[in-house]
């Protein structure tokens, strides 16, 4: 643009920046720039998109974080929840989950089972530990599979070293408790005769109770 007055030529001209850090490192400041320059505006918006594409990442960052922190938790939830169903029989697991207190229980009639090896401590000494461990393991597999409460509507309560304890008639009664509990004791006595260590086959003891109370 040609101005007579001062027989001089001016170029109007604008600065060729994006943001306010590019503003700085030439020198320059936002009042340098004309109001009707739409430089200023170019820089103000993307300062802003900038701003509200950071609080976008953060959001999407702290919304992972707590999907992943769910998800931990629902396992960690079922893993509380397997246990508590392995040791509990599922009536008392329910209430416990719910936070609700379980009150003790008599029960007049009912049998409780309790099964060993015979001449454990004997077997510990003349075999190996890894031997004695699939032992176990083999021939409680075998008594969880006899345990099944849709078979003999018996209930495994726990097993301690050698030892394997099943109720009936708890906690849920049953008239047929003994009956089925000496169902479970003469198969449990038959698949421990196909159970052999060091050549020798493995005998187990089984001895009942009646009447008892649960907490």
């Not at 320059?37 to 900038?50: A, C, F, H, K, V």
């Not at 004695?132 to 006899?146: C, H, M, S």
């Not at 006595?189 to 260590?197: G, L, P, S």
Request: charged share 25%.
């Amino acid at each position: 643009m040609y101005v007579e007055e001062s027989d001089k030529i001016l170029f109007p001209c604008s600065p060729h920046l994006g943001t306010l850090d590019e503003l700085s490192e030439h020198g320059l400041y936002l009042s340098d720039i004309p109001l009707h320059d739409s430089t200023r505006d170019l820089i103000l918006l993307s300062e802003q998109l900038r701003a509200e594409y950071e609080l976008t990442k953060r959001l999407e960052d702290a919304t992972d974080t707590c999907q992943r922190t769910y998800g931990e938790l629902q396992v960690q939830k079922e893993m509380a929840d397997k246990l508590l169903y392995s040791i509990l029989p599922p009536p008392v697991a329910d209430q416990l989950r719910l936070g609700n207190q379980v009150p003790p229980v008599k029960y007049q009639s009912a049998t409780i089972l309790f099964s060993g090896i015979c001449d454990f401590n004997q077997i510990c000494t003349r075999s190996s530990p890894i031997m004695v461990v699939q032992l176990l393991n083999e021939l409680f597999q075998k008594f969880d599979a006899l345990a099944e409460p849709r078979i003999y509507n018996v209930y495994k309560v726990e097993t301690v070293g050698d030892k394997y304890m099943l109720a009936s008639g708890l906690p849920e009664r049953t008239e047929l408790h003994a009956r089925n509990m000496a169902l479970v004791a003469l198969d449990m006595m038959d698949v421990a005769k196909d159970t052999f260590i060091d050549g020798h086959r493995v005998q187990v003891s089984i001895d009942h109770c009646w009447s008892t109370i649960t907490t």
